[in-house]
Nanobody
Framework: QVQLVESGGGLVQPGGSLRLSCAAS???????????KGWYRQAPGKPRELVAT???????NYADSVKGRFTISKDNTRKTIYLQMNDLKPEDTAVYYC?????????WGRGIQVTVGT
């Protein structure tokens, strides 16, 4: 399994921006590029849902609720996945999880809280 650590969450006002980062363990330096990557979120009382994904070839997919506001990206050198979140809304409040998967493993971060409010 890959160790993943999220950072960058916190409290932000509606309309604000945050950038989440997800750093992968050093052990997968040479194969980071080969993993499918994604961000998911879970709000209280709701199931975990897809936010954004990126295949190992770079194809992206977004939930309809975040299209045009969120952007997933990666840095192969830093082994890090990013989620840029703009124009945040109260309904974006959730714990956000990053994910990396290939045919041999499926790894999750521990999650990070994002709260949108005043």
């Amino acid at each position: 399994q890959v160790q993943l650590v999220e950072s960058g969450g916190g409290l932000v006002q509606p309309g604000g921006s945050l950038r989440l980062s997800c750093a992968a363990s050093r052990s997968i330096l040479s194969t980071f590029w080969s993993f499918n990557k994604g961000w998911y979120r879970q709000a209280p009382g709701k199931p975990r849902e897809l936010v954004a994904t990126m295949t190992n070839e770079g194809t992206t997919n977004y939930a309809d609720s975040v299209k045009g506001r969120f952007t997933i990206s990666k840095d192969n050198t830093r082994k890090t996945i990013y989620l840029q979140m703009n124009d945040l809304k109260p309904e974006d409040t959730a714990v956000y999880y990053c994910n990396m998967a290939n045919k041999n493993s499926n790894s999750w971060g521990r999650g990070i809280q994002v709260t949108v409010g005043t």
